[in-house]
Each structure stands twice: as C-alpha cells, then as structure tokens.
C-alpha cells in the first residue's frame, strides 16, 4: 500500500466514510498489524477506540474474595523499581497510569478523561507535544485527591538519575509542565511518533507525591511506600509478605461506577508453574494463574478436568539467551560483567557464531512450548511490520563444529575446546521450571556435541527476576558466561522495547543493575539507529530503523532469540478477565467479575 493510498483510507475514517474495523482490515492485508493500525489513526486525530472487556455487575462488591497466583513471587511493590513483571503485576493492583493497552493494541484511559488526539487538541502537529487531561474526581487511597501535581513528580522522581529508577527511560528525556489542576503537557525534545510511553502502561503509574516526595533520588529505597503502597486502583492494600502473599481489598471509592466485582484480592506468590496451573484447572482453588510456562500437553490433559480453561494471546514477549562478552568472574569496582571487562572466549563472534547454531528451536517449540511461543530468530516479533524478514534460525552441528575449528579451538583429551588455555565451558543460568530446564538440557547436549561444556544452572524463579540489588543471582546481574529467559515487550510498538540494546541502559552497580541492557553489549551504529527512529514520523522509515537495531544485536549472536512467546494464562470457567498480550495481566483488574 501507498503512502498517499494509506492516508486516502485514513481520510475516509475521519470523515466517517469508512469504519475503523474496515480500516484495520485493510491494513492488516498489507502487513499492517492492528496495533499500528490503531495508532496511524490516533496521530492522525482519530480517537482511539475504548474497546476492553464488556462490564456486567450492576454495583460494586458482592463477588467475594479473587484468588491469583502468581508463582513468581512479588518482592515489591513500587512500579519504577519493578525490573520483574511479577513486581509490575502486583504493582499495578494497586497504582494505575493515564492509560493502559487492551488486547487489540488499543490505548484505554484509566486515570485519562480521554486519549490525546489531533482531534480533541492533545496532539500537536509537530510531533513534539501532549496533552492529557486527568479524570475529575480520583482519590488516593488516603482520601487525597489525585491532582496534575501527582503527575509531574512521578516524572521528577523516575528522570532522577539518582533515584536509579527502572522506567527512567521513559522519562528522562522529557519535560512536563502542569497546566492546571487536572491537564499536563508533555514535551518532547524532537518529534515523536510513539508518545504513548511516559505515563501509559507498565512505565506509567502515576505515584503520590504526598507519599514519596521525601523520597525522591538518594532516599528512593527509604519510603515506606515501596512495601506499603497508596494509589488509586480499584483494590486498596491489606498486607505483603514479600516472596509469599499478597492482600487487598475493595476500594469503597473507586472512581469507575460499579467496579470492582470483588471485596477482598488475594495474590499468592511461590511454588512453580505446573502447580499453579492445576491449582486453576483441576482443584479449582484458585481464580487464576499467570504465567504458565508449562509443557502444552501437560496444559491439554488439565484442561480435561473442566474447572478452567487456558487463556492465551499473542505479544510481543520473547524468550531468548544472553552471550556474556564481559567477564563474569573478574571484579571491577565492586562489580562483576563490568563493561570495563572482556570475556575470555564469548568476546569471539566465532565463539557466538557456533553457539547459536547449536539451539534447535524447532525441537523446543514442537515437544516442549506447543501454544506458548513460535520459533524465531527475531527479537521483535510483534507487530508484524517491524520483524526483521533478514534474520533466519538454523541447528546445524557440523557447522559450529567447523566455525570453531576454522577459528583455531582445539578440543583437548576431555573432548572441550580451548584456545591459547581458555576453554569453551560455561555455567548457563535460567529459572526454575520445566520448559526451561528442557530447554536448558536439548542446548546442552548439542553443545557437547561441539565440544562446548555447559553447567546448567537453575535460580528459583522469585530470586531470579527479584529487584533486589544486594541479591547476586538476579537475571539483570548476569554474574554467569550466558543465561536464558523471557523479556516482555510493554507495549504494541517495539522502540521502549529495544532500549534494551541500547549503551545508556547498560546495567551496572551505579544505577543499581536497572538499566535495561543486561547484555551489557554496545553498538554504535545501533545506538545511531534508535535515536533516529526516536524522531522520524515516517511510519516506514522509522520501523526500518528499529528493525536495523534489532539485527545488529542478532546478527552478532550477543542475543539469542529463541521463541515468540504467547502469553498463557488459566482462569476459571467462571472468571471473565481482561487479558492484554500488550500489558501485565493486572492491567485492568477492576472490571474483572464472576458470572
């Protein structure tokens, strides 16, 4: 489709010639997905349709306790410290942002009275300005009303480079200006085609100023609130014992007209994947479960029991395999897999080359994730246009074999490799459950075969994506040669996603190991790339530019891609719930219900 063909359609939208559902259609026939779709509307001053689950209790209360489970544990519950999304679940029961992303790659206004628009004057022509007008009538949970101020100190407190706040990227490079009471303008410094990042979604709950303004930057791990949260949401909190359980219960003044369904909320964390899918679809005990990363034909036989039924939609999450090229054992600064390091072999492309020959993916999908993820060799998957149709995947031994013969790795009398003394043997970390230990144990059985030896090595899930940062098998540590799991992508376009392979993210012991590049891994031309799509308004061009970011990180084998994952949750028969692949499961809690 033509540029000039494309804005014609969207013409006929506003004029109302043509319906959004046609135009998506459209789009969709030519490779648009609908999430993009959606947005060409919004920056063209169609207002974006609030399209989420159909809401049927006539009064709030009265559904009795919700059950979850969520068997990665939470640890805390300050959305910008959240670098796990069990953390950002749990905070999001609690703190809401302007807006959130319905299941169709819609923005939904939460704390919003509406969605910008060149229309209704949120959206300037320049690309350089919004506007948004926060709901009349919103009370924190203390009784005080949620004012523009709020607002513009969530963006004080996570720009602060010394509050080492998760979800900086979002805000640093912003201003925001309060115009009244309930209206603030956010200024961007160049035109900005994706401007639904500050303040939407994962990176966007608007926090208390009157709670945390004692403790912004030095002081940020100090507040009270990090455990103790006071918000907006629909659920106000009870008790947290963090790695255990979590309770709420209704907010009497929750400023959406008959919501919640529920009187009391309770969030079990711990246990494992397997049994928080039984818990839903056999027993019953619980309402339910995220995240099941189980075995598609163990799924399959529970849902014969009849209680729950599998919930799953597409994302745009990734399940994938860091190569460490800084050196995980030498101690720079009171930091291990310091930049300032090298890798002793995975420095080698060869070395990452062969490795990433010896990941079957094909197998890993077909006998261990089934409806939980597609193989790839992309790290961005979704929305369709901005894939890579350039990186493809391979499993070939013999080749690996010759890469590291070519590159001069010999292999010694215990049949491992080694060069000049250093030998190819790898502690490989994950979590703990079972497609990731199958997948842990394929890889290393072809890698032997290659005369690479892999230590596999398993961290309890609640550890491993835990935001502590005096914990030092924490995933965003990478204190290990090579490590394995699933980054989820927050929103329907792909730019905040791949600040993860940019070198201002890197994660260090300075920024308490939150920046978002836990590879570690550097590219110029990479870092040139992202910053041009961050300006360019040509929806083409920009989608270029990002793809161009994702194959530099690809193509040096740094990151492994490994399967475009589905986001499966169960729930029972009973349960109507909002589920998003575009945001964490808890984005739209309060309309959920029992029927």
Not at 429 to 436: D, V
Not at 512 to 526: F, I
Not at 548 to 555: A, G, H, Q, T, Y
């Amino acid at each position: 489709m033509k540029d000039q063909d494309l804005g014609k359609l969207i013409a006929r939208v506003k004029d109302g010639a043509l319906s959004r559902r046609s135009f998506i259609k459209k789009a969709a026939a030519v490779g648009l997905a609908a999430p993009f779709a959606n947005q060409l509307l919004a920056f063209n001053g169609v207002a974006m349709a609030d399209s989420t689950l159909p809401y049927k209790p006539t009064k709030a209360g009265g559904g009795g306790p919700l059950k979850m489970l969520l068997w990665q544990a939470p640890t805390l519950l300050n959305p910008h410290f959240a670098s796990g999304t069990k953390d950002q679940i749990a905070s999001r029961i609690f703190y809401e942002p302007l807006a959130g992303w319905d299941k169709e790659g819609n923005l939904f206004p939460q704390l919003a009275a509406e969605i910008p628009s060149k229309a209704n004057g949120g959206l300037s022509a320049d690309g350089k300005e919004v506007i948004w007008k926060i709901k009349p009538g919103v009370k924190w949970h203390d009784g005080k009303p949620l004012t523009a101020d709020d607002a513009v100190f969530t963006w004080e407190y996570a720009a602060d480079p010394a509050t080492a706040a998760y979800t900086t990227g979002a805000y640093k490079d912003i201003k925001v200006e309060k115009i009244d009471d309930l209206t603030i303008k956010v200024i961007f410094k160049a035109p900005t085609p994706f401007w639904a990042d500050p303040f939407v979604g994962v990176a966007g709950m608007i926090i208390p100023k009157h709670h945390f303004g004692e403790y912004k930057g030095a002081k940020s791990r100090e507040a009270p609130a990090n455990l103790k949260p006071v918000g907006t949401g629909a659920y106000k909190f009870a008790e947290f014992k963090p790695g255990d359980i979590l309770t709420a219960e209704r907010n009497t003044e929750y400023h959406v007209k008959n919501q919640p369904h529920f009187d009391k909320l309770e969030v079990k964390g711990g246990g494992d994947a397997v049994s928080a899918a039984r818990a839903v679809l056999q027993t019953g005990e619980y309402d339910y479960a995220w995240n099941l990363q189980v075995e598609d034909e163990v799924l399959k036989r529970m849902e014969t029991g009849g209680r729950g039924k599998i919930s799953a939609v597409a994302s745009g999450d990734i399940e994938f395999i860091i190569l460490n090229t800084t050196d995980p054992l030498t101690e720079v600064d009171g930091e291990r897999s310091s930049i300032k390091t090298k890798h002793p072999t995975l420095s080698d492309p060869k070395v990452r080359e062969a490795i990433n020959l010896l990941i079957d993916r094909d197998s890993v999908q077909k006998f261990i994730y089934g409806r939980g993820g597609v193989a790839t060799a992309s790290f961005v998957n979704q929305p369709a246009q901005f894939k890579s149709s350039k990186l493809k995947y391979e499993f070939n031994v013999d080749k690996a074999n010759k890469i590291l013969d070519e590159a001069g790795y010999k292999k010694g009398s215990d049949g491992i490799r080694e060069k000049d003394g250093k030998k190819l043997k790898y502690v490989f970390q994950t979590s703990i459950n079972a497609p990731r230990q199958k997948t842990q144990q394929i890889i290393k059985q072809a890698c032997q075969r290659a005369g690479i030896d892999l230590e596999l090595k398993s961290v309890t899930a609640s550890v491993f994506f835990s935001s502590d940062v005096a914990n030092p098998d924490t995933y965003t540590k990478l204190y290990v040669d090579m490590e394995m799991y699933t980054t989820t992508q927050p929103q329907p376009d792909p730019e905040r996603f791949l600040n993860q392979f940019v070198s201002w993210e890197v994660a260090t012991k300075e920024n308490k190991w939150l920046g978002r590049n836990v590879s570690r891994y550097t590219d110029k031309e990479a870092d040139a790339a992202y910053l041009a799509a961050q300006k360019e308004l040509d929806p083409a061009k920009r989608a270029a530019l990002l793809i161009k970011v994702n194959e530099i990180f690809c193509e040096a084998h740094v990151v492994l891609p490994l399967l475009s994952r589905t986001r499966v949750a169960a729930a029972l028969n009973n349960l109507s719930h909002d589920h998003s692949g575009w945001d964490v499961d808890t984005w739209n809690l309060a309309a959920w219900y029992r029927s």
